[in-house]
């Protein structure tokens, strides 16, 4: 899979991000946005224990693109800019990063809407960009793919399920 250091690269990527920070900024309405620091360092993301995080006192974002895919980035994206909103508004106190605060909740819910409304649109970004024709997640069953993503074909994911090192495929194959 494509990771986001290498999607952002891209010529039409940078219009991408461009596009979902302008999405987010409406949906969320915002007259302006913060600065918006990209960083590639897993040492970083280690040490933080985040992805991202928003500064009140310095009105700045940091999203960590380490190792990442776009769609997630985007989602970290819109997650720290709901805590720019709620700082904004003056809503933001000092415990509100803390795990299931109030805030917290509702930078999670909201970045999900964003995400949700943006991918509607985009849905390229959820894409492998290395293999635009595969789509795979994990189940506790195995991982389920589709080998071809095709206009008008019905969706049926395989499931590849590795037992003792030994891959078995069940499902019905498309072809």
């Not at 946005?33 to 960083?39: H, M």
């Not at 776009?70 to 700082?87: G, M």
């Not at 008008?152 to 003792?164: D, I, M, W, Y």
């Amino acid at each position: 899979m494509k990771r986001f250091s290498s999607f952002i690269k891209e010529e039409p990527s940078q219009k991408h991000l461009n596009d979902f920070l302008s999405h987010a900024k409406n949906e969320l309405g915002l007259e302006s946005l913060p600065k918006i620091n990209l960083v590639n360092s897993k040492e970083i993301a280690i040490q933080n224990r985040s992805f991202g995080g928003y500064s009140p006192g310095l009105k700045e974002i940091n999203v960590n693109t380490a190792g990442r895919h776009p769609a997630d980035v985007y989602r970290t994206l819109a997650h720290e800019l709901v805590h720019y909103k709620q700082d904004l508004d003056g809503r933001l106190t000092v415990d509100a990063g803390e795990t299931g605060s109030t805030f917290e909740n509702e930078a999670n819910t909201l970045a999900g809407v964003i995400m949700r409304n943006y991918g509607r649109a985009n849905p390229k970004i959820y894409e492998d960009y290395e293999n635009p024709y595969r789509f795979d997640w994990g189940t506790p069953e195995g991982t389920k793919y589709m080998t071809k993503l095709t206009p008008g074909q019905p969706f049926v994911p395989q499931t590849l399920l590795k037992v003792n090192g030994k891959l078995i495929m069940s499902g019905k194959k498309r072809k």
